[in-house]
């Protein structure tokens, strides 16, 4: 009997044991975490529609790649720096010109944000391997590289010679410092390693001049249409990765 008891005693510290090693395990609370992640993009801006007009809808995907450092402070709250990287897509003004051309740019970014992560898990007191989480954050973006794509069939149908690089009287500016600030989700399954894998999903707005083109008032006035009417480039990012959480 006494042997029994014995027994019984080893097994229930075992699992209280394995218990309290599951917690430490996956509970993020005072842990620095890198990322690295990548995946499509879609975005929209001012006369992204002529893509859509053009039957070339599907240029406007393209891709993003960026890495992240965090640290949680608690079990439902840390902290992280991300850098991106980015291929985008634009274009000039297509209704006030007369031979309704399409001209097309491709244009990079990188861009810097600081993001305040939100855990559910820690929120509900649990601790477990699937980790989803919220976010919100604010950063800036340097956009540049910007060129005439090739393969876009006729830019400019109605004949003539652009005078300036993308447009025949429309400005794209080259090179742009923007604000931006962003809100999204991640699901993250954990190993025991400290290693993990997510996904994602992550709405950007930036500044108007993040495609080299802010539409001025006299721009509005001479032709209503032809701009989008907000004031904030957008795009839409879905990111896989892996991470790593230091013990």
Same mark, same amino acid.
């Given at each position: 009997m ?16 394995a218990k ?6 996956? *509970? ?16 929209? #801006?001012e ?8 039957h ?6 393209t ?5 992240? =450092? ?13 850098? +991106? ?24 970014n =990188? ?6 992560m ?34 876009? @069939?006729?830019?400019?149908?109605? @004949? ?5 690089? /993308? ?6 500016? +080259? ?5 931006? /600030? ?7 399954? *954990? ?6 894998l /997510?996904?994602?999903?992550? @709405? +950007? ?5 993040? #495609?080299?083109?802010?539409p001025?008032? +006299? *721009? ?14 957008l795009?839409?990012t ?5 991470t790593?959480?230091?013990?």
């Amino acid at each position: 009997m006494r042997k029994l008891l014995i027994l019984a005693a080893l097994l229930v510290s075992c699992t209280f044991a394995a218990k309290a090693q599951s917690k430490s395990e996956f *509970d993020p609370a005072g842990r620095w975490i890198i990322s690295i992640m990548g995946g499509p993009m879609y975005q929209r #801006n001012e006369n992204s529609f002529v893509y859509e007009y053009r039957h070339m809808g599907q240029k406007l995907i393209t891709y993003s790649v960026g890495a992240a =450092v965090g640290y949680d402070f608690t079990s439902s709250f840390g902290l992280r720096g991300v850098v +991106e990287y980015g291929l985008n897509r634009g274009c000039a003004n297509y209704y006030q010109t007369s031979a309704r051309g399409f001209y097309p740019y491709n244009f990079k970014n =990188v861009s810097g944000f600081v993001d305040a992560m939100m855990h559910f898990n820690g929120l509900n007191a649990i601790t477990r391997r699937f980790a989803p989480k919220a976010y919100a954050g604010i950063g800036v973006a340097h956009t540049f590289g910007f060129d005439k794509p090739s393969g876009y @069939g006729d830019e400019n149908p109605g @004949g003539g010679i652009w005078s300036e690089k /993308f447009h025949p009287w429309q400005r794209i500016y +080259e090179s742009n410092l923007t604000f931006g /600030f962003r809100l999204g989700g991640i699901l993250e399954y *954990d190993f025991a390693s400290g290693i993990g894998l /997510f996904a994602d999903l992550c @709405g +950007e707005a930036y500044t108007d001049m993040f #495609n080299g083109l802010a539409p001025n008032e +006299e *721009d509005h006035e001479a032709q209503g249409k032809g701009y989008a009417g907000f004031p904030l480039d957008l795009r839409l990012t879905l990111s896989f990765g892996i991470t790593y959480r230091f013990r």
